[in-house]
């Protein structure tokens, strides 16, 4: 039989020495060491109320029942505490959020983003094919201040149209897409347009000089800017072959559209001016564009 520890003053029973070994153990196990939270996203983006989960653990990260935490908040005018822990941004800009508990105080700090707009383009048209475009959607809160550190996920409608992807947009096909940038209820959209590039680039015609285009059926939208290599007034005609499109006079600019319902063409012409005309000079892009919605 082992012998019971001896002490001065005599000897310690074994249940005693036991039960203050466990006390020793619960008392490490009941101390608490810190308190935890989850519930609170970072940053806040909305004045909805979020429910903080609260509890105090000891150093084990074991959960301490009958601790309760109080709450509070600075400042006032950015953030707001309920007493059950539900926390609600007033306004953009950061606060600190004060848990104590258990004899214990932790501090919580509160971004506090609140948009009221994404600034987005109106829209885009974007030539199918040709490389990606940067685009950033700006976030701004009360008064138009801008909330740089906020970013606002940006997605298409059709990524087969147009894709976005590392911050830029893709024109991947012909047709029309959405790109939406949403921030809780607050929402911006962008329309995109891909077209196919069908001619593009300078043009120089003789006078008397005819540039034809052939055309399948579709929409077009013909862009043409030119001037004469001298200092003489004169410029080109315009005329759509298989459309009800009605021709164009002569001037120095044209910039319009027409829907072809059957294969036809583009003709563009230097007016012949019996002898005195002179060449022109410029550029002419000529885009298939989608349907309308």
Known sequence: MTPSPIVPGGIIPRTVFAAACLAAVLGCEGKPARIDYTGLPDPVLDRAMHRLEVVVVNGKGKPLKGRSVAFAVEPAA???????GSVRCAASGDATL?????????SVP???????????PGAMRLVA??????????????????????TAPIVSTDPAIVEFASGAVRPVAFGRAMLRAVLGDVVAVTPVEVVTRVAGGPITLKDGAVHRVPLDPGTYELIAEVRGTVRVAQGVTVAWEGAACPPRPEAESHRETCTLRTSGALVVANPAQMGVGVPVSGTLTLDRIPPAP
């Not at 950015?78 to 059950?84: H, P, R, S």
């Not at 004060?98 to 932790?106: C, E, H």
Request: with cysteine.
């Open 78 to 84: 950015v953030a707001e505490v309920t007493t059950d």
């Open 110 to 120: 509160i971004h506090c983003r609140v948009p009221t707009m994404i600034r987005m």
């Open 129 to 150: 094919g040709s490389a990606a475009v940067p685009l950033k959607a700006e976030v701004v809160g009360e008064g138009g201040a801008p909330l740089s550190d906020v």
């Open 98 to 106: 004060t848990l104590s508990g258990g004899g214990l105080t932790s």
